[in-house]
């Protein structure tokens, strides 16, 4: 089944240092993928997507994120991690085939000060 | 990029009445919009898929009867919770698509306490 996979519940960064958060795909065809963010008792986020492509994809508030096919990875990072990045993440993929996005099981950020 | 409006934000109701929810699509037509749910620090879950004017298609385990879903126009889809009871409290969400297009647009989300 296609699928996206966010290998870490949780990611603990210090404010000011880069941070990573993973994410791989099978997808069959040609992926599309994105970023979401999401703050407590709020809705979803975009943050940034994949469709085709410079693999380096730049979205919202200084993050990017790179597409790496061979790896078959699209991990989200950003040079300087914010306290208030805090949050939790989710990478999904558009299912053009069944037209519904399906999503990581999400990975909680907490950056500290 | 495109906006979804979800209506309300939150609501509260008694166990055993109904609770409707509105997904609008603002500025695009949506042929096909989702209903996701998520509990608390968990993944969305997509409960439902309707295409305009077509039945919605419920995910394995999704109760038909108690998650109503009506896709009436190229903009509006409501989910009802009928007899609601606390186990369906949750945060509810849902996304619009346009024909031929490559990502869906999401709403704020609703949440729903049944007491």
């Known amino acids: 089944a296609q699928s996206v996979a966010q290998p870490e519940d949780q990611v603990n960064v210090a404010e000011g240092n880069p941070l990573t958060v993973k994410c791989t795909y099978s997808v069959s065809g040609n992926p599309y993928l994105f970023w979401y963010v999401q703050y407590p008792n709020r809705g979803l986020q975009f943050l940034l997507k994949y469709i085709t492509g410079d693999n380096l994809v730049k979205g919202s508030y200084g993050f990017e994120a790179e597409f790496n096919k061979s790896q078959t990875s699209f991990h989200l990072k950003k040079p300087s991690a914010l306290v208030s990045d805090s949050a939790l993440y989710f990478c999904a993929f558009f299912h053009t085939g069944g037209f519904k996005t399906i999503f990581g099981a999400g990975t909680r950020l907490f950056v500290k000060a | 990029g495109a906006v979804v409006s979800q209506h309300p934000s939150w609501v509260i109701c008694k166990s055993g009445t109904s609770v409707k929810i509105e997904c609008r699509s603002l500025d695009f037509q949506a042929t096909t919009m989702f209903w996701y749910r998520q509990f608390p620090k968990q993944s969305l879950m997509l409960m439902a898929t309707?295409?305009?004017?077509?039945?919605?298609?419920?995910e394995q385990g999704v109760e038909k009867d108690k998650f109503l879903i009506n896709h009436a126009s190229l903009t509006l889809s409501t989910l009802t919770v009928t007899s609601a009871h606390p186990e369906d409290s949750s945060f509810y969400i849902c996304s619009a698509a346009g024909r031929g297009t490559t990502e869906a647009f999401f709403g704020q989300g609703t949440r729903l306490t049944v007491v």
């Open positions: 309707s295409n305009e004017g077509s039945k919605a298609t419920y």
